[in-house]
């Protein structure tokens, strides 16, 4: 990757400056400089780790370095950035969070993970989970709520919140019931692998990573946090990937594809995502991972509304019509404000 001088003057002015490690999340977010321009002139490298869990489809090497090399494609033409992707390792992904303990347990880490998870079963957690979407239906309009959740006419935002729930529940519960491994003996969510599920784990991974700069894996990061916004919730709990801040690397980002979603022809999936056909399935995970990597090159904020855009998110969990969508606009986008991101 090619260092850019000012940037790294910045980055490094702004290390040495703070001696401390931040204890508290809202430290370190406070802590963190503003995210800068990503110049397109410069060609760069992104440094893949493909992270797998072996009772879920899987992703083969050859399958992997088609999916690189149809980013590097997608990259050039929608985004004008020149980058090769670089597979820098493989390997088991309860494994490398298991190596990862410590990260988990320090206490900036701890007071992410604790303000972040709710535990599904857990007393009050219906409460919890119910003020969170409150919290995100109270800032969106309702036109756009009726876009996720069926509403009688002259519902409230008490009633919208309920419905949000029941779509919720049933979705997650279904998803994390569904038979995995080999004849189906296992179920998707257990004990043993929910930490390779939580969002709030993979937000503390990630922003530790210094290996690489972006994981493909083939799980899935399913549950309810207390920052899940209306898509994420309807979805089920299910982010099928996300973006967040990094001091590790010079993009200050670092990011994660969940590709379950896209692989799995379970029942689940197939009721709420409808086929895939096979030949497919690689191209639509290329377009989500577009959606992310427009958050991580341009800054891009998420984006509302406008079908055929990539940078607006799937709806639901109906990923291949959104791919169709955005593919056949050639990811037209004739609404996108200016205004990019400084903070994930
Ligand atoms: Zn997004």
């Known amino acids: 990757?090619?260092?850019?001088?000012?940037?790294a003057l910045v980055a490094l002015l702004a290390g040495s400056?703070?001696?401390?490690?931040?204890?508290t999340w809202a430290e370190y977010t406070e802590s963190l400089p503003p995210?800068?321009?990503?110049?397109?002139?410069?060609?760069?490298?992104?440094?893949?780790?493909?992270?797998?869990?072996?009772?879920?489809?899987?992703?083969?090497?050859?399958?992997?370095?088609?999916?690189?090399?149809?980013?590097?494609i997608l990259l050039a033409q929608w985004y004008s950035f020149k980058v090769d992707l670089v597979e820098v390792g493989a390997g088991d992904l309860r494994e490398r969070f298991e190596k990862a303990a410590p990260v988990f347990e320090t206490p900036l880490a701890k007071d992410f993970i604790s303000r972040n998870a709710i535990d599904l079963g857990g007393f009050g957690s219906k409460d919890s989970i119910l003020s969170t979407i409150r919290e995100d239906l109270a800032r969106r309009d309702e036109k756009l709520i009726r876009r996720y959740v069926k509403l009688?006419?002259?519902?409230?935002?008490?009633?919208?919140?309920?419905?949000?729930?029941?779509?919720?529940?049933?979705?997650?519960?279904?998803?994390?019931e569904?038979?995995?491994?080999?004849?189906g003996k296992d179920i998707l969510?257990?004990?043993?692998?929910?930490?390779?599920?939580?969002?709030?784990?993979?937000?503390?991974?990630?922003?530790?990573?210094?290996?690489?700069?972006?994981?493909?894996?083939?799980?899935?990061?399913?549950?309810?946090?207390?920052a899940m916004p209306l898509y994420v919730a309807v979805r089920g709990g299910i982010t099928n990937g996300f973006v967040t801040n990094s001091k590790e690397n010079d993009y200050r980002a670092v990011g994660v594809v969940g590709a379950l979603p896209f692989l799995s022809d379970?029942?689940?999936?197939?009721?709420?995502?409808?086929?895939?056909?096979q030949r497919e399935k690689l191209d639509t995970l290329a377009t989500f991972w577009m959606h992310e990597l427009g958050h991580f090159f341009l800054r891009m904020k998420e984006h509302y509304g406008e079908g055929g855009c990539v940078h607006v998110a799937p709806e639901g969990l109906r990923v291949y019509e959104w791919h169709r969508a955005v593919r056949k606009a050639q990811n037209t986008c004739r609404f996108l404000p200016e205004e990019r991101l400084t903070l994930y």
């Not at 400056?17 to 204890?23: I, S, V, W």
């Not at 489809?57 to 980013?71: A, C, V």
């Not at 004990?191 to 290996?211: C, I, K, M, N, P």
């Open 266 to 277: 379970a029942p689940f999936f197939l009721e709420e995502r409808g086929k895939i056909p």
């Open 189 to 226: 969510h257990s004990a043993r692998y929910a930490d390779t599920q939580s969002f709030s784990h993979w937000e503390v991974f990630l922003g530790r990573l210094a290996d690489a700069d972006f994981v493909l894996s083939n799980s899935v990061i399913a549950g309810p946090d207390s």
């Open 178 to 183: 569904t038979p995995v491994g080999e004849e």
């Open 152 to 176: 009688k006419p002259g519902a409230t935002k008490d009633d919208a919140a309920a419905a949000v729930f029941a779509v919720f529940e049933d979705r997650l519960t279904r998803l994390r």
């Open 17 to 23: 400056g703070c001696a401390q490690e931040p204890r």
């Open 35 to 72: 995210l800068q321009t990503i110049p397109h002139e410069s060609s760069h490298t992104l440094r893949v780790l493909y992270l797998e869990d072996p009772r879920l489809p899987k992703l083969d090497e050859k399958q992997r370095e088609t999916l690189y090399r149809k980013i590097e």
């Open 1 to 7: 990757m090619v260092a850019w001088g000012a940037f």
